[in-house]
């Protein structure tokens, strides 16, 4: 795919008004001013946000101007995206100003904040907290209460009698109006954003008589839909420290591999295909599990400690596998000190019935060692050291004693 095309369609779940009207102004060589928005509720960011502000690489890439946001002056107001209750607490700005402080070194790990073409950071109180009273009645006279209260998070609150406080249904409204105070053609956000967003689009058509295009990306969630971030509690820091950093990659559900590699990384299409096929064939997933925590732990700190990391975990995993199979007591086997062959090895510790049941096993990568998928191969089986511990098919568990 040529850079544009991999830019509206890779990560990308719609756009507004069309596909086809923001490409038309991006292949005129057109160079837009963008931004994505953050509100500073925690101090961290992490790889839910990551989606979308590699999205905004790829436009800096493009030479487009792009804005890093802090939402200091929006999160007064409180978010209610993504929340079934109202907040019991409101943030005030100097709140929000100290939990910021870090964002720009950590948004760093992925934009660029100087050489060519910068991203540019700016705070949205800057704006909001001068609004004048005819201003704020400006900017609510572009919308009716029906548009509002007709927002499918507000009657879902409804129906469960939960209270919606109306500082959080103003939240739009402001988050809409920064795209006039900087006034921006392009608007980037999660899925869970796209209210606020078209708040903004609307706004800027009233007020500006011009288009403002946004772009949704998809939230990091497993298969099953489960959001990764902060409200679900399972959120992975962009500056958490390495070893932390690759455990928490490792402790998410294997049916979080694809969404993860598809979102944060730049691994082609094509193989990541492959690779869902031989998950759902049945493959043990963790070989590509170890290969994701090692490339995020990579792209956010180094391929030094992204290597350091990962025998730190091998090391920690295997000491706590040893002390599990000590406790529950399965069996140890005696191992002649030698090289052994795999099938071999198999059948002649009574692992297999056969030889042939052993070859089957191999090819399925349903043998593992110390964690680690035994692949088929006439090579010897490396790796038999005291301690280890073998896994044949799903119910088999050996520990490894060398004679």
């Known amino acids: 795919m040529d850079p544009i095309e991999t830019l509206l369609t890779r990560g990308v779940d719609r756009i507004y008004p069309s596909r086809e009207a923001l490409e038309k102004v991006l292949r005129s060589g057109k160079k837009l001013r963008l931004y994505q928005g953050f509100d500073p509720t925690g101090t961290k960011l992490h790889i839910g946000h990551a989606v979308a502000i590699r999205k905004l690489r790829e436009f800096q890439d493009l030479g487009h101007h792009v804005i890093f946001l802090i939402g200091d002056g929006t999160g007064q107001a409180g978010d209610p995206s993504g929340k079934n209750k109202s907040r019991e607490k409101f943030m005030t700005r100097d709140e929000l100003r100290a939990n910021a402080v870090d964002y720009v070194k950590q948004a760093s790990k992925i934009v660029r904040l100087d050489g060519n073409n910068p991203v540019e950071i700016l705070y949205n109180s800057d704006w909001l907290n001068k609004l004048t009273l005819v201003n704020i009645l400006d900017i609510a006279g572009h919308f009716s209460w029906q ?9 879902e609150r ?4 939960e209270n919606l406080n109306f500082r959080e249904a103003l939240y739009p409204l402001l988050q809409g109006y920064d795209s006039v105070a900087m006034n921006v053609d392009l608007e980037l956000g999660g899925t869970d954003q796209t209210f606020n967003m078209l708040a903004g689009r609307q706004l800027v058509a009233q007020m500006q008589g011009r288009e403002k295009f946004v772009m ?6 497993d298969a099953k839909g489960t959001k990764i971030g902060k409200t679900e509690g399972n959120a992975i820091g962009l500056t958490d420290e390495p070893n932390d950093f690759y455990g928490k990659i490792m402790s998410l559900g294997d049916d979080a591999i694809i969404p993860c590699f598809t979102l944060l990384t730049d691994m082609p299409l094509s193989e990541i295909a492959e690779m869902k096929k031989h998950i759902e064939s049945g493959e043990n997933p963790m070989t590509y599990k170890k290969q994701l925590a090692f490339e995020l732990t990579k792209q956010f700190n180094s391929e030094k400690e992204a290597e350091e990391a990962s025998l730190f975990f ?4 295997q000491r706590k596998l040893t002390a599990q199979v000590d406790a529950e007591g399965i069996r140890t086997i005696n191992v002649a ?4 062959g795999r099938i071999d ?6 692992l297999t019935s056969s030889r042939s049941e052993a070859k089957r096993l191999l090819e399925q990568k349903a043998i593992e060692l110390n964690d680690s998928v035994v692949p088929y191969s006439k090579e010897p089986l490396f790796g038999l050291e005291d301690g280890a511990i073998l896994r044949v098919g799903k119910k088999t568990i050996v520990k490894i004693h060398i004679t």
């Open 158 to 161: 409804i129906k469960k009698g």
């Open 216 to 221: 949704t990306v998809p939230l990091l969630a």
């Open 345 to 350: 090895f198999l059948v002649e510790h009574g």
């Open 314 to 317: 091998e090391i920690a995993h």
């Open 147 to 155: 548009q509002l209260a007709q927002r499918d998070l507000y009657q």
């Open 337 to 340: 000190n030698k090289q052994w």
